[in-house]
């Protein structure tokens, strides 16, 4: 029988955004026990949840203060364990996110390394180095933040800090065996508790070339996922990962973690998902594809292909926290609607395991007109408004009713809900058996039902300029047509599912539209 995650639909929560149960117009892990019923219903396997852990909140909650406690905004432990209880009661797992490279400068680690002398175990814990320059007034390197500026903070007596995010998120020395004896503590207080795995934040990134040396470069983070960097995909990283496997498989249940893990070469990504590594990590490549049939099947090729030599399942991602919603970046409207919807449909169809961030069941948009006195994502401050930032696909989910914040919560939301979402919502969607929703809940129950898909092969079949077609197993078809004008297929069948609203199987395949077939295996 194959491991759960090996064919596993995760959906992503983002916990401020999803659905608030008291009233302070932030979401919390108590609103997400009330929706539950939602998820079983779209026909997800497991739920992944991003930070819900003490924080200021200068990154979202990626500035973690304590690592085995719950945000008083978003709830208590208790209200953990009866999230956790409930979905495991109705079939879903839960994965929580983990956040390894970097802390925030409230944790008391921090504050003491800030109180000790240079040299000291304190200050051993983070990455702290002497200056450049007569004074040592210039930043021991050249590296720069992700945010923007450099990753780089001097405090008084004169040292100066890593961060390669935000100043408020410094770096933590993942050569100091304190610093991976703690962690280990960590994952077992989550894993005692019952959770089904982690997302582990920046998975990349927790070892440095331990002389720091310069890039010599600017726009570093332009190298992200295409070039070496000396401070990201180090090979002392895999040492950790072999520890935390160890202990992931020490418990029943198939706990798993899964890297958000970013190297210069799809081989390089491979090594994450070793047999004795961990179990999956992020293919961000189909996310960056550009949309064409060319574009998506050099990726579907290369993705299978690596991930095969190490004996793992690939993972298909259209869409995050972190990045523009699919709907807009595929062009807007009802075009960029339109294929978004082709591109879910065809990664529902391919080998492996299928993410779904929230919202995007719903077909919603990039918001793109956020005024920015709202706007929180750090990117934003620290480009001096020159970068929107990721507060665009952070907007507060629409569940009901006819004004905003249309069911998020008892009374406002903390991101402004567009107006005109009242035709998205969740209540509006369900009575509509073309809708977006309709469309995901049909499609995931035919991927779970049908024994071609989910882990297994693939193979292309020929087609038109513009088209995919392929196989799995006995019986499926997928075809996907990425121009704009309709094409006629010889490819005879039952239609099972169609991303956009029409019905029935002619033979003839619109522009952005994907279709599933059954047909006979003889043909």
């Not at 903390?414 to 107006?419: D, E, H, M, S, T």
Request: hydrophobic share 40%; glycine share 12%; with cysteine.
């Amino acid at each position: 029988m194959s491991a759960w995650w090996r064919d596993a639909v995760v959906y992503q929560i983002y916990v401020r955004s999803f659905a608030d149960s008291d009233g302070d117009g932030i979401g919390d892990l108590a609103g997400v026990r009330e929706r539950l019923l939602h998820l079983q219903r779209l026909g997800v396997d497991a739920l992944w949840l991003t930070p819900f852990y003490p924080s200021p909140m200068a990154d979202g909650g990626y500035d973690v203060a304590e690592y085995c406690d719950v945000d008083p905004r978003f709830g208590t432990l208790a209200d953990f364990d009866a999230l956790l209880a409930e979905a495991h009661s109705r079939g879903l797992r839960v994965l929580v996110d983990l956040v390894p490279n970097h802390t925030s400068d409230q944790h008391a680690w921090f504050a003491e390394a800030l109180a000790a002398a240079p040299g000291s175990a304190a200050r051993d814990r983070y990455l702290f180095r002497d200056g450049r320059g007569a004074e040592g007034e210039l930043p021991p390197n050249d590296w720069e933040s992700v945010f923007g500026g450099p990753a780089w903070t001097r405090v008084p007596d004169g040292q100066w800090y890593l961060h390669l995010f935000a100043p408020q998120q410094p770096d933590l020395n993942w050569r100091n065996p304190q610093v991976r004896a703690d962690f280990r503590k960590v994952l077992k207080f989550w894993l005692d508790r019952g959770v089904d795995g982690f997302r582990i934040d920046v998975a990349h990134g927790m070892i440095k070339h331990p002389e720091l040396p310069d890039t010599g470069l600017d726009k570093q983070i332009s190298l992200l996922g295409r070039g070496e960097l000396p401070y990201f995909d180090q090979d002392e990283v895999h040492e950790i990962y072999r520890d935390w496997r160890e202990l992931f498989d020490s418990y029943p249940g198939g706990r798993i973690g899964v890297a958000e893990a970013w190297a210069s070469t799809s081989e390089r990504l491979a090594r994450y998902v070793r047999s004795d590594e961990l179990h999956q990590a992020f293919n961000f490549a189909l996310l960056e594809a550009r949309w064409s049939a060319a574009g998506f099947r050099a990726v579907v090729d290369d993705s299978l292909a690596t991930t095969a030599q190490v004996g793992a399942t690939t993972t298909w991602v259209l869409g995050n926290h972190d990045v523009q919603r699919p709907v807009t970046r595929y062009g807007g409207g009802e075009l960029g609607l339109r294929r978004a919807r082709a591109a879910a449909l065809f990664s529902f169809a391919l080998p492996g395991s299928v993410y779904v961030y929230q919202g995007e069941e719903l077909g919603l948009p990039e918001v793109l007109d956020l005024p920015d006195g709202v706007r929180q994502d750090p990117i934003w401050e620290r480009s001096g408004g020159t970068e929107r930032g990721r507060d665009g696909c952070r907007v507060p989910l629409p569940w009901s009713g006819a004004r905003p914040p249309f069911g998020f919560g008892p009374a406002g939301s903390w991101l402004p809900v567009p107006g005109e979402w009242a035709r998205l919502t969740v209540s509006a969607q369900e009575a509509d058996p073309g809708s977006v929703l309709s469309t995901y809940r049909d499609a995931l129950a035919l991927r779970r039902q049908h024994p071609a898909l989910g882990d297994g092969g693939l193979e292309w079949l020929d087609a038109p300029e513009g088209v995919l077609v392929f196989r799995r197993g006995a019986g499926f078809v997928c075809a996907t047509n990425f121009g704009d004008s309709a094409v006629e297929l010889d490819v005879p069948g039952q239609l099972l599912c169609r991303s956009d609203a029409g019905a029935g199987w002619d033979g003839v395949l619109p522009g952005a539209t994907t279709v599933w077939l059954s047909i006979d295996d003889k043909d």
